[in-house]
C-alpha cells in the first residue's frame, strides 16, 4: 500500500513556474515508478510524465516537454515536477500517481494503482 500527498500547486501568471511535490508513505517507494497527471474541467485525466525507479528514465507528454522536468528523491520518499514557462492551457489538477516498475512505462492513468488527491494549478493569462 503506498498513500501519496501532493503539494506545491497555486496561481501563476503565464511564463511563471510552481514546483509540485508528491511524497509517499511506505518502505517500497524506490520499487515504483511515479506519474504525474493532470485534469482539466470538462476534460479525462491526462499523462504529463513519468519516471522510473532510480530515476534514469524518463518520458513526457509532448505538450510538457522541454518546460516540465520530472525527478525523484528515493531517499525522501519523494517526486518533484518542475514546471516553467507555463501557459494557460496548463491549468489543472495534477495527480501524482505510482505503480510497480516493470519493462514498460505506462502513460495511461489506468496502469496506475496508487493515486494522490490532487493539487490544482492555475495558470492566468
Known amino acids: 500500500q503506498v498513500q501519496l500527498v501532493e503539494s506545491g500547486g497555486g496561481l501563476v501568471q503565464a511564463g511563471g513556474s510552481l514546483r509540485l511535490s508528491c511524497a509517499a508513505s511506505?518502505?517500497?517507494?524506490?520499487?515504483?515508478?511515479m506519474g504525474w497527471f493532470r485534469q482539466a474541467p470538462g476534460k479525462e485525466r491526462e499523462f504529463v510524465a513519468v519516471i522510473r525507479r532510480r530515476g534514469g528514465s524518463t518520458y513526457y507528454a509532448d505538450s510538457v516537454k522541454g518546460r516540465f522536468t520530472i525527478s525523484r528523491d528515493n531517499a525522501e520518499n519523494t517526486v518533484y515536477l518542475q514546471m516553467n514557462s507555463l501557459k494557460p492551457e496548463d491549468t489543472a489538477v495534477y495527480y501524482c500517481?505510482?505503480?510497480?516498475?516493470?519493462?514498460?512505462?505506462?502513460?495511461?492513468?489506468?496502469?496506475?494503482?496508487?493515486w494522490g488527491q490532487g493539487t490544482q494549478v492555475t495558470v492566468s493569462s
Open positions: 511506505g518502505r517500497t517507494f524506490s520499487s515504483y515508478a
Open positions: 500517481a505510482a505503480r510497480p516498475d516493470t519493462y514498460y512505462i505506462s502513460t495511461s492513468p489506468g496502469g496506475y494503482d496508487y
